[in-house]
Structures are given as structure tokens and as C-alpha cells.
């Protein structure tokens, strides 16, 4: 505990830059937004109370079909949510939006399949007796955190374009994710993350997060609002007031953030007032506690002091509030989940993600409604905000339905990857390269693929070590391969050591290497081989502080196609490698040094 504490402040201190400039006044409001608001409050004024209040909820649900999901599908959401489909959801709570999920959710397949389900649901939608559309939702932060995997294009995630540097690049990433959603019927992203990752223990951000500096930080994060949102999507900024400096994970507890206030505006606040300048239409609160903003002990999203009072008051931010997911425990932890909605609308949010229960949370807003404790007039403003977002992105005008012709042309289109393959040759970064290790040799063909080898976020049947290798093979190498996993024991490391035999050149991959870690003992194994070994951190940059008399080394900042791909061809030399620490690395042994400070990056080229 005492070395991630050192390790924390020491990079903590390093992030010493402050958003000189960047602001996020409100401006006045144009007469075509008057115009476009009376319009919308004709819609508001149509609507019954049961309806206003299903405006703001965004549940999950399960199937890949609006209809007529599974007979299982069927049965949970019956256990679940007390209806059989989102189409009968929808109708029962007149709901505002979804959020769609892959894997547990079984939501999304295949492109067209999405594109169906997000129409199934619009159907659903425009039957209620006020028809709205339905604002339909994801998380495709790219890189670790991806949702719609198979068919669509995989761009590199928020660390890799933050080691990369290109704010043309970042821009590009999120107009490519963002036509590609829209072309599926979904018109809300939950990103970008606006976190710095000041704290290398950071549980749950960490590469998550485009780095450690706060402008640059802010520098990306503007540049995906702009790249989503010219797209046709709703970006998303998140978590306000700032997850990037804690130990613990509000999925399974309340952090605390102990940034005095004057911490907070150098280091957190900078990349939310840049996305706010950047016109960001919708900010997601964060289950955590900030004393220094608000000593009440309340979690930022149940807290006014922080949203109305910081996030609308100080930063001028009018766009819509979401809640991060209401089923996590860093926001359950004081109130029970009829009431936690309630704090939340009453703390200024309008949109209230992933309730633990939809209908204790409708109702306990339906009724904090009827008895006072919030006024329509209050529901109104939020409802008014969801609106004038659906309005935003056409769904309000015209047709909200997508067309298989539209997936087909636009997702996974071929300008699509092959931006995504050049993004992610310009993020991979070497380390170390000691005596010209990198890049092979003509003559070293015959290649070991062996390590740590994560499974693929949205395809559990792939992984990293075969896929790996995979890509070497396509680049004309003879690959063996053998995954020995996060915690190799005696016998899979002895294995890699025999596999090395004969080889001329081994790859080995990590995945969160700590000092206890037996991914060091076959580090270290493999190198008295005497065969060369290329070492690549598939996650975190900061395995390499683990690794001692490593010559070659790099961060590839995730474990996904478009990233392996990438870092096989800098390793095998066709293309130079071009990626910058976004963070610093600490020292294995002294961790209020750096072994390698934010910006180090090595090239063939110098």
C-alpha cells in the first residue's frame, strides 16, 4: 500500500499543468433555440406525468430482438423487469431511451441484428401516446471497453490516442465510431472519458483515460466530442467531477477523492471545462465522494453542491446531466434505490442510467413527483434537456429508423479500418530497445508468441497471444504460439522456456505484471534463454518497471485486433513507432521516480 501511495503523489505532483484559457461560460442563447424550444415544449406539454418521468430513465434490458428475443431472453427480463421485451419495457414505463450491452445482455450480434433491435425499439417508442423516439445508448469507448465488437470497425482506446499525440487522429476515431453508431440507430455514446489518470492503481480508469496531463487530456477529449458529435451522436463525457485518482472501484464501493480544491481545478477540472467549450452535449456524474467540493459525504451524483452548483453554476455546463449506472454500489451505499433516482433528479440530473430495479425507481420518482418533493416544473427542465438532444441528432424530425443498406455502406467500411490500422500504427510505443534489438532482422523469421493473452472485450473465443501471432503470420513469419495466462506456474513457464528452443526470437506478452507477479519469472526465464525477447504490455505501460534486463520493450495500451495488428508491424519493421507515454512509468524499486517520464519514446528512426 505505501508504494501505490508514493507512486500516486509522486505522478500526482508531476500533473502541475492548469487550463490556462480553456473555459466553459455559458453563452446567450440564439433565437433559433428559442424557436426550437417552444416547439419542443408543445411535445413536453402533450405529455402525461407517467410520461415525463419515463423520459428520463435509460434501463438495460436483455434479447437481440425489439419483439421476439429468446425464450430465455424472454424469462429475464420477466424475473428482471417485469415485462418479457423492451417493446412491452418501453410501453409500460413510456421510457426515454436504452442502453445496449453485449455478452450479458445478449443485445448485440452482428450490425444488422443491432440495427433491427434499435428499430424494433423506435417502433415501441413512436406507439406510445405521446410518441418520442427513443435516445438508444452505448458504451464504445474503444480499446477495452468496446460494445459493438464483430462487423464494426475497432478503433485503439483512450490511452493509445493520448500515446499517440494527433489530435486529427482522435477526431477521426470519434467521427468513425460515431457515423457507424448512428448507421446502427444509436445516437447516445457514453464517451469520451474526461478522467486524467494521475494514480497508476487507478482499478477501473486507468488506460481508460488519454493520460496524465490535464490539457493534453482536455486536448483529446475536445477533439472526440467534435469527431462524435459531427457524426450525428451524443458524446458523452465522463466522470464528473473526476475518477481518475482513486484505489477503488464504485462498481463495488464509494471511493474518495482527496484533492483539495484547488487540485481539483488544476488537474480535474480542465478536460470537462474543454469538452464543455467544445459544445459536449451531455455530461455522466461519478459515484464518488469529494470532500473538498462537497463535505456533505454524498456521492457527486446525488450531490447539488457538486452538479448544479459546480458542474452548471461555475462551469456553465446546460446540456444534459447522466447519471453513471444506479446499480452500482458507490451510489447505493446511504439511500435505498427508490430513493436514489430522486437524490439524483433533485441534485440536477436529468437522465438516470441502469436503474437496479425500473420499476421501484420509476415509481419512486412518480411519486416524489405527485407529493411534492420535486415539482413538474423541475421535471419539465429535465425532460425539455432530453428532448432538445433527439431533436439534436434528427430523431425529431423525419424517420428514426436506419436502413440494412445504411449498416452495409457504413460499418466496417474499408476507409474505416484502414484508418483505424494507420490511428493505431502512430499510438504503439517503445520503451526500451537496447543495442537494436527492434525491429527484427531479415533473418528472424521463426517466432514464439507466448504470455499473458486477455480475451477479446466483445468476442470471448479470441485472445491475445493467438491473435498475435495471427498477425505476425499475415506479415510472412513462422509463429508457434502458447498462452500461459496472467499467473503462469512452473510448468507453463518451463514450456515457454522449451517452446523458445530453436525459435529466433521470442514476443512475450503481460497483462498488469506486480511485483508478486509470475509473469516476472518468465520474463526472466525466457531472457537466459539467449534467444532475443520482445516484451509487450498489452494493458498497462507500467508493466515494464516490473521487468528487470529487458532490451526490448513497448505498450501497445490494449489487447484488440486493430491494436496487435499495430504493434506486429512495428515490431517486424514495417513501420516506425511513433507513440509517446501519455503517463510517466514509476520506478519498480522507488516509486517517487520516474523510470520513465510522460512524452518518453523511442523511434528506428533516431
Known sequence: MQDRSLSRRSVLASATVVAAGVTGLATAVPAAAHGRDKRLKKIVARMSLEAKVGQLFV????????????????????????????????????????????????????????????????????????????????????????????????????????????????????????????????????????????????????????????????????????GYQRAGVVACAKHFPGHGDTGQDSHTELPVITHTREEWDRIDAPPFRAAIAAGVDSIMTAHLQVPALDPSNDPATLSPTILQGVLRGELGFDGVIVTDALNMAGVRTKYGDDRVPVLALKAGADQLLFPPDIDVAYHGVLSAVRDGEITEARLDESVLRILRLK????????????????????????????????????????????????????????????????????????STVPELAAAFETLGFDTTHLVTGRTPDAAAIDAAVAAARGRDAVVVTTDNVGPASTQRTLVSRLLVTGVPVVHLAVRNPYDVAHLDGVRASLASYCWTEVELRAAARVIAGRVDPRGTLPVPVQRADDPARALFPAGHGLSYRR
Open 59 to 226: 434501463p438495460y434490458f436483455y434479447g437481440a430482438s425489439a419483439a421476439s428475443p429468446s425464450e430465455a431472453d424472454q424469462e429475464r427480463n420477466l424475473r428482471e423487469l417485469g415485462v418479457r421485451t423492451v417493446a412491452e419495457l418501453v410501453a409500460k414505463y413510456h421510457l426515454g431511451g436504452v442502453i445496449l450491452f453485449s455478452g450479458w445482455t445478449n443485445n448485440i450480434h452482428d450490425p444488422r441484428q443491432v440495427a433491427e433491435l434499435t428499430n424494433g425499439v423506435q417502433r415501441a417508442s413512436l406507439a406510445l401516446p405521446t410518441p418520442v423516439p427513443s435516445l438508444i445508448s452505448v458504451d464504445q469507448e474503444h480499446g477495452a471497453n468496446v460494445r459493438v465488437g464483430s462487423g464494426a470497425t475497432q478503433l485503439p482506446g483512450a490511452m493509445a490516442l493520448g500515446a499517440g499525440g494527433s489530435l486529427s487522429d482522435a477526431r477521426t476515431a470519434g467521427r468513425i465510431s460515431g457515423t457507424e453508431l448512428a448507421a446502427l440507430g444509436i445516437h447516445q455514446n457514453f464517451a469520451p472519458v474526461a478522467d486524467v489518470n494521475v494514480n497508476p492503481a487507478n482499478p477501473i480508469i486507468n488506460i481508460r483515460s488519454f493520460g496524465a496531463d490535464p490539457r493534453e487530456v482536455g486536448r483529446v477529449v475536445a477533439a472526440q466530442v467534435t
Open 391 to 462: 431533436d439534436k441528432v434528427g430523431l425529431l424530425d423525419g424517420s428514426p429508423f436506419t436502413s440494412p443498406r445504411e449498416v452495409d455502406r457504413v460499418v466496417g467500411a474499408r476507409k474505416h479500418l484502414l484508418a483505424a490500422d494507420r490511428i493505431a500504427e502512430r499510438t504503439t510505443t517503445l520503451l526500451v530497445n537496447e543495442e537494436g534489438t527492434l525491429p527484427l532482422r531479415r533473418g528472424q523469421r521463426k517466432l514464439l508468441v507466448v504470455g499473458a493473452s486477455p480475451a477479446f472485450p466483445t468476442d470471448g473465443a479470441r
